[in-house]
Every structure is written in structure tokens, then in C-alpha cells.
């Protein structure tokens, strides 16, 4: 029964029948999120295997990171500025920033940035601050953000006010995550 010419009158046989349905209209594979017209079932046997294709996504590997940091003003200091180094081998992405500032009453920002460093650019990053409720002493800023910053290099974070009289307490938070250089 297992003979070349069986085989080959098996195979002649099957083409014989399959080639009918396969000319007919709808015996084709319908576009994504179209309604099939008909239901095909696929055998899939270790004689007979159907070609599978598999796509492999990579997933790159991250760190999450956050940091916080609270700074007294000197009277009359105009700001203060925090910085942050990025560990060699690892690119920063900051995702979250914060910062409260509590300054005298009359007094404001000036400005609150974000200094990066991402291939070889250097970029400033400015953060809107608002006014509290009360006597509008405590200011405070949050943004959603996708900030780069390039494997050993320094954050620097600047909060300048005016007028700079009297002293003031700032804090600065910042989350995000690490990953390998080159990702």
C-alpha cells in the first residue's frame, strides 16, 4: 500500500478534490477584523505539518528608579539646585517629576528646569509651578514627562524665585526607570 505509485495516486487524488474549492469565490483567507465566510478547520500532524510562523519581541529589561531631595533656601538666595548622576552603562527615561516649593509669603517662582544631557545635547526642561491654597506660601509643579538622559552624565535640577529674600524649603522627586544603554 506504501508504494511511490499509491502515493502519488493518493496525492492526485486529493489535488483532484481541493482544487475545486480553492477557485471558488470566499475560498480565500478574508482581511483582518472582516467576518470569515466560511469556517476552515486546519490538521496539523507531525506527517503533515502546517507552516507556523513565530515573531520574537524584544523586552527590554528596566530598572525602576526614584529619588527625592529637600533643600533649604539661605536668606536671600535667589534658588538652590539639585543633581543627580546617571549611573555608567545605564540611560535614565524620567517619567514623573514633582516639586514643592514653601517660600515666604509675596514670594514665587522664578523659574523650576530640568537639565539633561542626550547624545552629546544638552537640553533644559522648564516645569510649571502653581500657587497653593491660603496665602499662596507653598507652591507646587508635577508633570507627566519622557525625559533622556545619557549614561554618566549629571541631572541638574534648578528652582529660582523672587523676590529672594528670607529663607524657604524646596523639594524635588523625580521617577522614572533605568535601562541598558543602546535600548
Known amino acids: 500500500m506504501k508504494t511511490p505509485r499509491n502515493r502519488l495516486l493518493l496525492a492526485g487524488t486529493v489535488t483532484a478534490v481541493l482544487i475545486p474549492?480553492?477557485?471558488?469565490?470566499g475560498a480565500h483567507a478574508q482581511p483582518p477584523g472582516s467576518a470569515p465566510e466560511r469556517?476552515?478547520?486546519?490538521?496539523?500532524?507531525?506527517?503533515?505539518?502546517?507552516p507556523v510562523s513565530v515573531s520574537v519581541v524584544a523586552v527590554i529589561p528596566h530598572e525602576p528608579f526614584q529619588w527625592s531631595d529637600s533643600k533649604?533656601?539661605?536668606?536671600?538666595a535667589t534658588g538652590t539646585s539639585f543633581n543627580l548622576n546617571v549611573p555608567a552603562g545605564k540611560r535614565l527615561v524620567i517619567e514623573m517629576l514633582t516639586i514643592c516649593a514653601d517660600l515666604p509669603a509675596g514670594q514665587g517662582p522664578y523659574a523650576f528646569h530640568v537639565d539633561t544631557i542626550l547624545g552629546s545635547v544638552h537640553a533644559n526642561h522648564f516645569i510649571p509651578m502653581f500657587a497653593g491654597v491660603g496665602d499662596g506660601a507653598a507652591w507646587t509643579g508635577g508633570q507627566l514627562v519622557k525625559i533622556y538622559a545619557d549614561p554618566s552624565t549629571q541631572i541638574s535640577m534648578t528652582?529660582?524665585?523672587?523676590?529672594?529674600?528670607?529663607?524657604g524649603t524646596v523639594q524635588v522627586s523625580l521617577s522614572g526607570y533605568f535601562e541598558a544603554k543602546g535600548q
Open 159 to 167: 528652582f529660582l524665585r523672587r523676590p529672594a529674600k528670607f529663607g
Open 39 to 50: 469556517e476552515v478547520t486546519v490538521i496539523n500532524t507531525a506527517s503533515n505539518p502546517v
Open 72 to 76: 533649604q533656601l539661605d536668606n536671600d
Open 21 to 25: 474549492f480553492a477557485t471558488m469565490p
